[in-house]
């Protein structure tokens, strides 16, 4: 069985949220890249909280992401829902290794090795990958 573990929301104040979430949830610090985005976990749960880059855009959830075992088993079950298969992630992203939606277009995140680690998904199965940040 798939698992929920990530949400995204888009913010125009991700430092903002952050305090607001581990002070209110006691979440901590996972990630702080370049971006100004801040990722954060229970334990469980992650929450990216994304930069909102685009004026007018609205903000708000942005993308879930599934912990997945079988690749090719949701991919089977994507295509009898007449979705593609899902498009690789780009190497530098830290978690998901592949993104598809739903069939109202939203984004959907699928991860094989998880959303505990920060690891690039250009360096999954290398030595030497990221850390996780402490916060």
């Keep these: 069985m798939a698992k929920l573990r990530h949400i995204a929301i888009i913010t125009r104040d991700p430092e903002r949220l952050a305090k607001f979430y581990t002070e209110v949830f006691e979440m901590k610090v996972l990630h702080r890249p370049p971006s100004g985005s801040v990722f954060l976990t229970d334990g469980v749960m992650n929450v990216a909280l994304l930069r909102n880059k685009a004026e007018g855009k609205p903000n708000g959830l942005n993308h879930i992401g599934f ?16 979705i593609e298969e899902p498009a690789r992630r780009p190497d530098d992203r830290p978690y998901a290794e592949a993104r598809t939606t739903d069939p109202d277009g ?21 030595k030497g990958t990221l850390e996780t940040a402490e916060g």
């Design 67 to 82: 912990h997945i075992e079988n690749p090719d088993e949701i991919n089977a079950r994507l295509a009898e829902w007449g």
């Design 106 to 126: 939203n984004n959907i995140d699928l991860s094989v090795h998880g959303f505990e680690r920060v690891e690039l998904v250009g360096d999954q199965g290398k």
